[in-house]
């Protein structure tokens, strides 16, 4: 990019392949498919150079009409400190309009993030790694049905205060559900997907940390010894030290940010609560 223009445009899946370059400069595991599912899904931006490559990206993911994710905001090594990632964040912020914008960040984009208006909301540990043991099947979890995803769509309302029909019926066409029951009716659920290195496991939702156990461990025992698995926590927790005995340690992860600041809700202790992401650009 020769010039001072920013040649800014909605991401088309012709830009995929060299989105998916980008995130592989930057040392992201995503595959193409991948980035197909977050097109999908969410409003993309990319500026492009004069050879009409991909030089930067970011995506707008909204969750009906009161919150959205920003994520993928990658700029290309070659360019950084030109003031490209902070036209992407004003430009997907415009794109989610009066929506809470939440976001994870790392240390480097701490400042930028802060400038535009986002505070931190809290800490996201990323666990992975193969699996080195498979624990005992819990009798309380099974694969969902059709007729459970009413149910699996009003808890993650419940547990994040917004609606993310679109990404439960992609994870339940592209993935698979898993449901915690008691006394018959829906309490908990996970699911797992093809993602990066091996499979993601995420969104987890349940009341409590065991409830949250079990629905792993179901998904751990459909799974051979070995598999590579990534489950990123929402907070530092008990399940923490379970998932490094199997083998998935701590890795890394993130801050949990989001525009604007708001008031904590209200719990009590028969909330239901996300302990797992569907991946840190999800949320």
Not at 45 to 64: C, I, K, N, Q, W
Not at 110 to 130: T, V
Not at 166 to 172: D, K, P, V
């Amino acid at each position: 990019m020769q010039n001072a223009v920013i040649d800014l445009h909605p991401m088309q899946p012709e830009h995929l392949e060299g989105a998916w370059a980008l995130s592989k400069q930057a040392g992201w595991p995503h595959r193409l498919e991948d980035w197909q599912m977050l097109l999908g899904l969410s409003r993309g931006l990319v500026v492009l150079d004069d050879a009409r490559s991909v030089v930067a990206t970011t995506f707008m993911t909204p969750y009906g009409d009161n919150t959205a994710t920003i994520n993928m905001v990658i700029v290309d090594q070659a360019l950084r400190g030109r003031g490209i990632g902070r036209l992407l964040m004003t430009k997907a912020i415009d794109l989610a309009g009066d929506r809470e914008c939440r976001l994870v960040a790392t240390e480097d984009g701490l400042p930028l993030y802060r400038k535009l208006g986002f505070a931190e909301s809290g800490e996201i540990f990323q666990h992975q790694g193969p699996l080195a043991a498979t624990p005992a099947l819990p009798a309380d979890v099974n694969w969902a049905a059709a007729a459970d995803h009413a149910a699996i769509r009003a808890l993650d309302q419940a547990a994040l205060a917004t609606d993310r029909t679109a990404l439960i019926e992609y994870l339940g066409a592209h993935g698979r559900l898993a449901v915690l029951k008691a006394a018959g009716a829906v309490v908990g659920y996970a699911a797992i997907r093809p993602f990066g290195r091996g499979e993601v496991i995420g969104p987890v939702v349940a009341q409590g940390a065991e409830e949250a156990r079990s629905l792993l461990a179901f998904l751990f025992a459909s799974r051979p010894a070995g598999t590579f698995l990534r489950v990123d926590l929402d907070g530092q927790s008990a399940l923490a030290d379970w998932l490094a005995s199997l083998g998935l340690n701590h890795v890394g992860g993130g801050i949990a940010m989001q525009r604007p600041v708001r008031l904590p809700r209200a719990v009590s202790s028969t909330s239901i609560h996300r302990f797992a992401l569907a991946s840190q650009a999800l949320g």
